[in-house]
């Protein structure tokens, strides 16, 4: 077998990540073709649908919005060595403990308070969820994977419940709360661009994506430039060499899960107060697994994940417009380029890179072969 | 006493029902994680499964066709697990993540293009499904026979044949394998593969047996129950059927205790006892009933010393 060099850094950061979407969207344009679809006309379709107008830019960056809270969520847990696969339910409880808090006091504090205290509960409850399988995995030796996936049906299972039997507003036949008053909502995007003279299309933006942005540069703050972090990503790296450097590994498990479920815990904020206005069922809608796709694209770096899920965000928003005008595809073509996603830039992210070392090679091999040549002379 | 005998024969077949393809899937999943290979994919299997077993199904007219089907799309998701995780030692657990989203969306999106009825397959009827054999009303198609028998079947494969005293080897400490000169893909690979095989028999029972045609998501994770099973039974084939039989027995018990009181308790939420299942695998894994230790070097990738 031929020795391989490592790829260089830009190869490894920036090609790779191409050539495992390229590989993502290429099956499903097969998919797609075998539907009996032109794929360059629904790739044509799905731009225009995601980035076509002011409003379709602007529920493109609504469902980035999630895919930023999501993917910072799995990729911190990576850093750290562990698999968060529980995003789901620690968004679901997240967004429960905002709209507990709305519901709690939305009648009595203005919206100066109200909004941080709900943020600030969302952040709390997902963090609460996640601490659980962290717990689990710190003092009782349960692997997170598997209590994390538990975690998500339980989750599901007590929102159903709690709907249902607790929270549902009186007299309405669907599993929803109250409307939260004025305070506990959100403003838009197109009335925050309104108050600064920018005229935009209404759609489902608010300004819960500065808050995501917000946790883009506490991430990288904190896992790059604390000592904190330090230590996380020592023990994502090598546990051994965390507790050789005084790194409590049980502590380090806890913290990097609770910030881990505070992060996605934050898709509550831009559902429920954002745009629903009130206590929902089945808000996170796959984007907790989906954060998986955009952590794994993006690299597990804040400017990564950003761009993962602004493509993510895109997709989402063309998807649907995509669905709508060619009745034979649905909305769930973009559920299996996610999947594809994870399983090329995830599963399978070692099979191009002999290629491109292979590629890289082919382009080098004048000057390498110079390298013999010399020592010959040497010799 | 008659009613309770009928009763109790009633609640036995509910259980049964409910079951069969936990087990089925709980059996295929042993196989895999015996050898190594952590099968988070088993829902996305199963679902794929489902989905070809009704579509052919409804397309020839032939229930046994369906079935064929099930088996083969299983198979490829399966084959696909051990491209990314054998061959290429990618991360087990996001090769079934990605097999698991990407069955969910692919059912819909055939079977929209496919049928039109938003992801669903027709109605099927009469041969076009598997019936029951031989008690009226009990559901007894052959596929429950199948589970019951697959679970001595696999206890005799993994703990009396030499296939299986290697694929436990192999899940433990693939290294001897290899140093004995056997090949750990392989062997892996026939692991996967006897997984894929299972979980398609469960798809098929899903959408063709129990159901008259494919619906999205039917699976709704059941998948992640079988998993369940198999790590409440510690890895080994009787218990892990017992865990399914219980897990089946309390959706069987949900069903019936849907809006009715009980004296003392009151109206016990339905969700509750449809958590159960995940509840009881958290406090397992925690230690606080008995201990359940995964085979060592479940979800390690082996790496062939050069």
Known sequence: MIARRPLPAWAEIVVL????????????????????????????LLVVGAVGSSESIGYTLYYTTNFIFTGLAVAVAFHAGLFNIGGEGQAYIGGLGCGLAILAFDRYLPAPLMIPLAI??????????????????????SHIVITTIMFNFLAAALMVYLMVNVLIAPGSMTPQSRTFASSGKLMSMHEALAAIGITVAPSAANVSILLAVLCCVGVWVFLWHTPWGYALRTMGHNPEAAVYGGTNLRHMTMLAMCISGGLAGFVGVNELMGVHQRIVLDFPAGYGFAGIAVALMGRSHPVGIVLAALLFGALQQGGAELAFEIPTITRETVVVIQGLIILFSGALVNMPRPWLQWLLSLLSSPRSGEVPAKRAEGS | ????????????????????????????????????????????????????????????????????????????????????CITHRGNQVVSGVAINIIAAGLTVVWGTAWFNRGGQTPPLVGDQRLLPLLLPNAGDNILVYAALLSVPLTWWIIERT???????????????????GISVPWLRYRAVLLCGLFAGLA?????????????????????????????????????????????????????????????????????????LPYLLTVFLLAGFIGRAIAPRAAGVPYQKEH
């Not at chain 2, 579509?55 to 089907?69: F, M, Y």
């Not at chain 2, 299986?164 to 433990?172: D, I, N, P, W, Y």
């Not at chain 2, 159901?211 to 129950?225: C, H, K, L």
């Not at chain 2, 219980?246 to 003392?264: C, E, S, T, W």
């Open chain 1, 120 to 141: 600030l509960a969302a952040a709390l409850f997902g963090a609460a969820w996640a601490a659980v399988p962290a717990w689990l995995q710190a003092w009782r030796g």
């Open chain 2, 162 to 180: 030499r296939f299986g005293l290697r694929l436990r080897a192999v899940g433990e400490m693939p290294l001897a394998v290899d140093t004995a």
């Open chain 2, 1 to 84: 006493m008659d009613d309770l005998l009928s009763f109790a024969f009633l609640m036995l077949a509910a259980t049964l029902r409910v079951a069969t393809p936990l087990v089925l899937c709980a059996m295929g999943g042993l196989f895999s994680e015996k050898s190594g290979i952590i099968d988070v994919g088993l829902e996305g299997k199963m679902l794929m499964a489902a989905f070809f077993a009704a579509a052919i199904s409804a397309v020839t007219g032939s229930a046994w066709l369906g079935v064929a089907a099930a088996i083969v799309a299983a198979e490829v998701m399966a084959l696909l697990h051990g491209f990314a």
């Open chain 1, 17 to 44: 990540p191409l050539v495992n979407i390229a590989l993502a969207f290429l099956t499903v344009g097969i998919i797609v073709r075998i539907i009996g679809v032109d794929p360059f006309h629904a790739l044509s």
């Open chain 2, 203 to 275: 798809g098929a029972y899903l959408s063709i047996a129990q159901n008259a045609g494919f619906s999205r998501d039917m699976t709704a994770g059941q998948g992640f129950i079988a998993l369940a099973a198999i790590i409440f039974g510690k890895w080994r084939p009787f218990p892990a059927f017992g865990a399914c039989l219980i897990f089946g027995l309390l959706d069987a018990i949900a069903i019936r205790l849907q809006g009715v009181k009980v004296p003392g308790v009151g109206e016990v939420p339905v969700q509750l006892i449809q958590a």
